[in-house]
């Protein structure tokens, strides 16, 4: 087994939503850092998942699209960006998994009824093994 950390969906932009949101994806974060870490003590690979959504203005470039500072990525960790809620849909996704030789992806980020539980489908409909990683799932 080889697993992969996908972040989904932790962008500035969804930290507007609600103080409830803001405050479910600051506790997810938390989280999310620890996995982070975990990671990079085995050398395995992170992808940090990014929506874009040009009509409402979430696009690269603008801060709303950006990932917390919080958030400890490293340049080096790959990025998605999506247009879809599943991440597999019409990205390279699957291929960089495959590169890597990953079969497991650990599933978090934002939001846990939509792009998260979506892109988790979408990994076992890939033949992947799919987990959710508890307190690191955010919500509104």
């Known amino acids: 087994m080889k697993p992969a950390l996908l972040i989904i969906d932790v962008q500035n932009r969804f930290f507007e939503t609600s103080p409830t949101t ?6 997810a974060i938390k989280h999310i850092n620890e996995a982070i870490g975990l990671f990079r003590e085995k050398e395995l690979p992170i992808f940090c998942i990014q929506n874009v959504n040009v009509e409402d203005n979430l696009k690269p470039g603008e801060p709303g699209f950006d990932v917390p500072e919080a958030i400890e990525l490293r340049a080096t960790d790959e ?3 999506k247009t879809y809620r599943n991440a597999f849909n019409k990205t390279s996704l699957m291929e960089k998994l495959e590169k890597h030789g990953v079969d497991t992806v650990i599933v978090t980020g934002y939001c846990a009824g939509h792009c998260v539980l979506s892109t988790y489908r979408g990994a076992e409909d890939l033949d992947l093994k799919a987990v959710m990683l508890r307190g690191a799932i955010a919500s509104n």
């Open 79 to 81: 990025r998605i960006h």
């Open 22 to 27: 803001a405050e479910s994806l600051t506790e």
